[in-house]
């Protein structure tokens, strides 16, 4: 039995294959918002060696989940990946439809809140309110892209002089237009400009990467093509990745590949705006 698997186990380092040692870091949880009885949360994500006279650059995560499900845990793999590389990564919670009957308006707020709760206390989570990106998937991709360039939907309540606007974007085939003929259209009806990011580009856009496959149905890539030209044109930085032959969430799904290859691009798109330093360790942390 013991040659046997010694035999197993060279045949699979011989054929590239080895056993995965990601770097495994717990959260810790922050309550950011109260809403009547519903209570969210930010799952924090601190470097090993937190050194707390140093300041961080952050970055945010929203899942998807069609504002209607989905949780915390679905950038659990990134947020620890991105914590290792010395950023404080967070994943938020917000409100959805089949668990608090709420909208996707009351989603963009949230996700609003979020932003502007970790800017307030910058010093708390030790880290620099000038370099915080945010992302996510499919709706959570929304979200991220609302804080970065939707005038409405911030909560009055608020500090609104807190801006809730991301220094960076990274989208994972996001929802970007609501407009007729386009995912959950019917949701918003007459009034989806005010929620629809491509309704929304402006200049001074935070510089964006997204990463989608060729065959999504809910971000066809002429979408995403139209997308990065009204972002050149009005003077912002869009970078788009295409994964060819691949549908939706493609990212979450296995085979393992598609989160190392787009976690690594993330990880160049945040070295090239000075978020991060040093090449990647996805490809160490997580093998095919």
């Not at 309540?157 to 994972?172: F, G, R």
Request: charged share 20%.
């Amino acid at each position: 039995m013991n040659v046997l698997k010694t035999m197993i186990f060279s045949f699979l380092l011989i054929s590239g294959f080895s056993h995965a040692a990601p770097e495994i870091i717990n959260a810790n949880a922050v309550i950011y918002k109260t809403v009547e009885d519903i209570t969210l949360k930010l799952h924090v994500y601190n470097p090993k060696k937190f050194d707390e006279q140093k300041i961080h650059n952050a970055i945010i995560f929203f899942h998807g989940g069609g504002w209607n499900n989905g949780n915390h845990k679905a950038f659990k793999r990134q947020s620890m990946y991105f914590a290792s590389r010395g950023m404080v990564a967070i994943s938020a919670e917000y409100r959805l439809k089949n668990t608090h009957g709420t909208s996707p308006y009351d989603a963009v707020e949230d996700a609003k809140s979020a932003l502007r709760y970790i800017r307030k206390h910058a010093n708390k989570f030790k880290i620099n309110p000038n370099t915080i990106t945010a992302g996510g998937g499919s709706a959570g991709g929304h979200l991220a892209a609302s804080c970065g360039l939707l005038k409405m939907w911030d909560n009055p309540t608020e500090e609104l002089s807190i801006s809730s606007k991301p220094n960076a974007l990274v989208l994972l085939n996001p929802v970007l237009d609501l407009g007729p003929d386009h995912y959950a259209h019917k949701r918003f009806g007459n009034d989806y400009k005010s929620l629809s990011p491509i309704h929304n580009i402006s200049k001074n856009a935070p510089p964006t990467i997204i990463l989608v496959g060729t065959e999504d149905r809910i971000l066809p890539v002429p979408t995403v093509k139209k997308y990065q030209s009204k972002m050149e044109s009005s003077g912002n930085r869009c970078d788009v990745v295409l994964y060819e032959g691949q549908g939706h969430a493609f990212f979450a799904k296995p085979p393992v590949k598609y989160f190392i290859e787009t976690t690594d691009e993330i990880d160049r798109f945040l070295v090239s705006l000075g978020y991060l330093e040093g090449e990647s360790t996805i490809k160490k942390q997580y093998k095919i």
